[in-house]
């Protein structure tokens, strides 16, 4: 599986989580990373679970970074 069918597949799971906001992959100290953003902080076993094991062989990292907004209005 690449990592583009990995974090599609992780993207379909998590779009329906009220704090979910985004998912994007690339690379992290020469690693293929999956990055999953959120509205919030979120602490919860899955989640937990996922940043310690990875998804389908990947890497992941949950970062909070809020709603996105235009730049310009």
Avoid at 25 to 36: C, H, Q, R, S
Avoid at 39 to 58: P, Q, S, Y
Wanted: net charge negative; charged share 30%.
């Amino acid at each position: 599986m690449s990592i583009d069918d990995a974090a599609l597949e992780l993207h379909n799971k998590l779009a329906g989580f009220d704090w979910f906001g985004a998912i994007a992959v690339g690379g992290l100290d020469d690693k293929e990373v999956i990055f999953v953003y959120t509205i919030r902080a979120v602490k919860n076993n899955w989640i937990e679970d996922l940043k310690a094991h990875g998804w389908r062989g990947f890497d992941v990292r949950v970062e909070k970074v809020g709603r996105a907004q235009p730049a310009i209005r």
